[in-house]
């Protein structure tokens, strides 16, 4: 297999028929399967240097990727789709009466859906991510509760304003594009703007209003705020099957595979490895394993799997 074409595929730049090419010969053999590895961290390490980065940002465009449709995610997703009748969860759970009944989207592991609301704005779940809203905004504010984490596009309304509520803060939209990162486990809460304008409160408390291509983050455990300007693509390439890692907490880079990854549940064994960060781009479609393999090139641990309990452990390598 040719390099050039495989770091290809690691920039999202393959058709659909030189991926099925690709992963089929990854597939062939354990040695095609160490070669592809091989070139992956070679790729990754590029990315380690902030010029490559940058220039691997400036390709790779959301809206030009011709890996895995939205509409091929839509088949596969296997999305509970409730309706709950009488009340509308509101922010620190409290709850209100509302003529319309709820409905609740659950994605599960390894999973996306998208949801149009009742304003006709779309929503993008991602992996072990629940949205709540109700089937018709009945009041003069629109308003969802998210768990987990969502890309937003939302219609615009003068008279009636959209209102995101997580765990922690709520995020009041005019009109806009944006990724909410929320997940209840998580210590830090992120919203990332795309465009448009949107508003962060705690409560009845402002707290800032956004601009494009800021990030505000919430830091649960010293509960402090941070806004940082950043390059939004990296925020929204789990929309195109990508996760990508910069500078990441090896803690939170596990937790998110195990939201990709439905089959095996990772447990980090050794406290002293979360001082570490990682740095990297995967596709989904990877094995999870191939992904820790490759996370071992900068990263001092090792693995066990037990296929009985579907459990993969990580422990400090020692030397």
């Known amino acids: 297999m040719d390099s050039a074409l495989l770091h290809k595929y690691f920039s999202c730049e393959t058709s659909e028929e030189e991926e099925k090419a690709i992963l089929s010969w990854v597939a062939a053999s354990a040695t095609n399967r160490s070669f592809f590895n091989d070139e992956r961290k070679l790729w990754n390490a590029l990315t380690l240097h902030g010029s490559a980065l940058n220039a691997e940002n400036e390709q790779f465009k959301r809206q ?37 009944p709820i ?14 609301l009742p304003d ?38 003068d008279k009636h304003p959209f209102v995101v509520t997580t765990g922690v803060y709520s995020v009041n939209v005019f009109g806009t594009k944006f990724n909410v990162d929320a997940y209840h486990h998580k210590l830090k809460v992120e919203t990332v703007l795309i465009s448009g304008s949107v508003g962060i409160k705690q409560g009845n408390k402002p707290i800032v209003i956004l601009k494009p291509k ?4 919430w830091d649960c455990v010293n509960k402090q705020a941070k806004i940082n300007a950043v390059e939004t693509e990296t925020y929204l390439s789990w929309l195109d099957g990508l996760y990508q890692f910069t ?7 596990l937790e998110t595979l195990n939201n990709y990854y439905p089959e095996y549940h990772i447990v980090l064994n050794d406290s002293s ?9 995967f596709r989904q479609e ?22 009985t309990k579907k459990l993969i452990t990580i422990f400090k390598k020692h030397h």
Request: no cysteine; proline share 4%.
């Open 214 to 217: 800021e990030k505000f983050v």
């Open 247 to 253: 500078e990441t907490p090896f803690a939170e880079m």
């Open 103 to 116: 409905i609740t989207v659950s994605v599960p592991s390894g999973k996306r859906q998208k949801v149009v």
């Open 286 to 307: 990877e094995k999870e394993q191939d992904v820790l393999e490759v996370a071992q090139a900068l990263i001092p641990f090792r693995y066990e799997i037990d296929s």
């Open 120 to 157: 006709s704005s779309i929503v993008w779940l991602n992996a072990k991510t629940t949205l709540k809203y109700p089937q018709y905004f009945n009041n003069s504010t629109r308003e969802v509760a998210l768990d987990g984490e969502a890309y937003f596009e939302v219609t615009h309304s």
């Open 273 to 281: 490895l979360k001082q570490y960060q990682f740095t990297g781009r």
């Open 64 to 100: 030009k990727a011709p890996i895995i449709s939205m509409k091929r995610w839509m088949q596969a997703a296997a999305v509970l789709l409730t309706i709950i009748g009488g009340t509308w969860l509101y922010r620190h759970n409290n709850f209100a009466e509302q003529s319309s």
